[in-house]
Nanobody, 120 residues
């Protein structure tokens, strides 16, 4: 059973930092792109950051310059380092991985989400 487990969320004051982690485990042949999304109450889900298997990254304008996405391909883990946090960063953060369970089968898997709350 393949699963993604996120950690690292919590309550932080504005201006603070958090590092989110998302570890994939189970039957994994390889992992392509890994993404972080977030969803705040009453708002649409937002793509925050993407990192490809080769390490190329892309960020939403709302977090660019304040966040860094990285991955450890040995540990099948993706990270999201968030600095200079703002109250508007408050949301549930989800990781998604495009996982190949065999050489021919790939699908997206979601984590359960981790709450990030930034107080002003």
């Amino acid at each position: 059973q393949l699963q993604l487990v996120e950690s690292g969320g919590g309550l932080v004051q504005a201006g603070g930092s958090l590092r989110l982690s998302c570890a994939a485990s189970g039957r994994i042949f390889s992992i392509n792109a890994m993404r972080w999304y977030r969803q705040a109450p009453g708002k649409q889900r937002e793509l925050v950051a993407v990192i490809t298997s080769g390490g190329s990254t892309n960020y939403a304008d709302s977090v660019k310059g304040r966040s860094t996405v990285s991955r450890d391909n040995v540990k099948n883990t993706v990270y999201l380092q968030m600095n200079s946090l703002k109250p508007e960063d408050t949301a549930v953060y989800y990781c998604i991985a495009d996982v190949k369970t065999t050489a021919l089968v790939m699908r997206g898997y979601w984590g359960q989400g981790t709450q990030v709350t930034v107080s002003s």
